[in-house]
């Protein structure tokens, strides 16, 4: 597959809750190695999609291609093992384990060698254990999150606890990333942090999509922004042509 086809081919989804239509007909490609965001009032709709992409809900109608496969309807836990990774609004560790702990559970889609052959210490669980130790120091070191490593995390604050969940997500060495409000909460610092990550998971050739309200975070960060409106696209293109764009200034951005 070429960098230029899509990763991810959203087509045409709809999703209804008990006549509530949540998605009207939203259509969107995703590439490797761009970044994404997903904008738009509250109800609108971005968190609804992200959930329908990693099988939480299963679409009304519609498809989702995925490596010529529509995975629309698949189960959570398929998704996630195809490599379609998201985190939540509302952070999701667990919080009696340490950080590192919590984000080495990211790792556990690559484990090749099951729980038994790594209760009997195989040499092939042994040398795969060690390369995802690896692959989470390099995360904390990155995501500046290496001084709690040893932390419990349910004890650290919050903007440590949604940077961990992103770390957490990039230890499964996602195809595409989807990150529901992740700079919700952040101090300054913790949102460069952030934004570091992204950036490092975009240079790897990884899909993100972002899902945010805050403009400063996303300007410089994103290739494109989308603009949802009642569950419908009314934007697609640039930061600064959604900034002066008539329906996007009465739907989202105010006068
Ligand atoms: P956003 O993330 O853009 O704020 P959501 O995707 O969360 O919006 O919600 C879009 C619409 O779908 C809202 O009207 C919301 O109430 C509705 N909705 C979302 N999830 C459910 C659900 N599980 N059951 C019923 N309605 C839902
Ligand atoms: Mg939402």
Known sequence: QGKAEPLIRIQDVTMEFDG????KGVSLELRRGTVTALVGP??????????VISGIYKPTSGHIWFNNQDIG????????????????QDPRNVPSFTVRENILMGANRLY?????????????????????????NALLEISGLAMHA??????????????AEVARALASDPELLMLD???AGLSEQEAE????????????????????????????LVNEVVVFEAGEEIYRGDMEGMRSNSAVIEAYLGA
């Open 42 to 51: 509250n109800g609108s709709g971005k968190s609804t999609l992200v959930n």
């Open 112 to 136: 090749q060698h099951g729980a038994v052959s790594a209760a009997v210490n195989t040499g092939a669980a042994q040398a795969e254990e060690m390369q995802f130790l690896r692959r989470v």
């Open 20 to 23: 509530l239509r949540a998605l």
């Open 150 to 163: 040893d932390d419990i995390i349910g004890d650290l604050p919050y903007g440590i606890q949604r940077l």
């Open 181 to 183: 409000e992740p700079a």
């Open 193 to 220: 942090q952030l934004i570091k990550l992204i950036r490092m998971a975009q240079d790897n050739g990884v899909a993100v999509m972002v899902i945010d309200h805050h403009m400063d975070f996303l300007a410089g």
């Open 73 to 88: 309807g698949w189960p959570s836990f398929r998704v996630a093992q195809a490599g379609l990774t998201r985190t939540f």
